[in-house]
T-cell receptor
């Protein structure tokens, strides 16, 4: 069974601070996706990383896929209140099934 | 820009009642998914449909059934609701499965309470 663990589970920081969220597994994934979810809405895709070691930047957000495609990180620089939300990672199964495995989520609150 | 539409948005049931959650997508996607989201558990896959005419079990299928009615619609049925099924249910679709690295598009969820 493929599992994805996210840390930290909760994070409350001041505006302007930097933070990193981790997504770890003992399994290899075909790709790793990061989503952000606002209250009362479904998750919305931020980025997909596919290649081991890949780094993608989305404004102040930097995403990295581990070399072995088992882990990923999301780094936010100079966090803003608009970054508040639930961040979810999701790994694509390599078993040939059409499954995505979701992490447990990191709830971020950025205080003004 | 409808994307993925779920109905109803909210529902309260009594233990033992049945109901069907509806999901429709207008993006011509092949794959569709049903998840449940509980506090501290992230999203757990209930059932998925890789393409029209096929369905497969996910992590937590017990107590649920699904129907891929056509390419657009994928419904989730609770035959005899139990309090443990109180959750937020999300439907998602993608052009194809994870091996193609395609993103999933989610609906806004159905908040289901079972008393």
């Amino acid at each position: 069974t493929q599992l994805l663990e996210q840390s930290p589970q909760f994070l409350s920081i001041q505006e302007g601070e930097n933070l990193t969220v981790y997504c770890n597994s003992s399994s290899v994934f075909s790709s790793l996706q990061w989503y952000r979810q606002e209250p009362g809405e479904g998750p919305v895709l931020l980025v997909t990383v596919v290649t081991g070691g890949e780094v993608k930047k989305l404004k102040r957000l930097t995403f990295q896929f581990g070399d072995a495609r088992k882990d990923s990180s999301l780094h936010i620089t100079a966090a803003q209140p608009g970054d508040t939300g639930l961040y979810l990672c999701a790994g694509g199964s390599t078993s040939g099934t059409y499954k995505y495995i979701f992490g447990t989520g990191t709830r971020l609150k950025v205080l003004a | 820009n409808a994307g993925v539409t779920q109905t109803p948005k909210f529902q309260v049931l009594k233990t033992g009642q049945s109901m069907t959650l509806q999901c429709a997508q207008d993006m011509n996607h092949n794959s569709m998914y049903w998840y449940r989201q509980d506090p501290g558990m992230g999203l757990r896959l209930i059932y998925y449909s890789a393409s029209e005419g096929t369905t497969d079990k996910g992590e937590v299928p017990n107590g649920y059934n699904v129907s891929r009615l056509n390419k657009r619609e994928f419904s989730l049925r609770l035959e005899s609701a139990a309090p443990s099924q109180t959750s937020v249910y999300f439907c998602a679709s993608s052009p194809s499965g994870p091996l193609s690295n395609q993103p999933q598009h989610f609906g806004d969820g159905t908040r289901l309470s079972i008393l």
